[in-house]
């Protein structure tokens, strides 16, 4: 991917991918809130922007690990997919009463339901 951005529009990528990092940090830290995905967008970025920062995320303990399991195909563990489920469905249930709006709370049973429909049907599991 080097090399693809014009040079103007690089720290544009390199900003979004802080951004984007910083929302993977907050994913790690907020039950029903995902982390990898940010974390894989956040390399992407980074890898459009500056290379020495796609770098530096791969290189962080536990994020690089799942950014490369994710580029390479390997999916999640079972164990994973099952929390992942898990939380959508407790974050959902626990938010839906608060949302005034009956076409809101559709939508956002539907946004819950197709996060675990991808997690199951084409997220990768990944076998120890």
């Known amino acids: 991917m080097n090399g693809s951005s ?8 390199v900003a979004l991918g802080f951004v984007l990092t ?8 907020l039950p029903g809130f995902p982390g990898t995905v940010w974390f894989v967008l956040a390399a992407a ?4 922007g500056n290379p020495k920062w796609e770098a530096w995320l791969l290189s962080r303990p536990v994020i690089g690990e799942l950014v490369r399991d994710y580029r ?10 099952w929390i992942a489920c898990a ?8 938010s839906l009463p608060r ?6 709370q559709v939508a956002w049973a539907v ?12 997220v990768p ?4």
């Not at 970025?45 to 459009?48: D, I, K, L, T, V």
């Not at 599991?125 to 120890?128: D, I, K, L, Q």
């Open 125 to 128: 599991t990944r076998r120890s």
């Open 45 to 48: 970025a980074f890898a459009r």
């Open 99 to 104: 949302i005034p709006v009956l076409a809101g």
């Open 72 to 81: 390479e195909g390997r999916g999640m563990p079972l164990r994973a997919k």
């Open 111 to 122: 946004v819950g339901l197709a996060g675990i429909l991808f997690i199951t049907l084409w």
């Open 22 to 29: 910083g929302l993977g940090f907050l994913g790690l830290l």
């Open 87 to 94: 939380c959508i469905v407790v974050a959902v249930a626990w």
């Open 6 to 13: 014009p040079t103007v529009v690089r720290p544009l990528w």
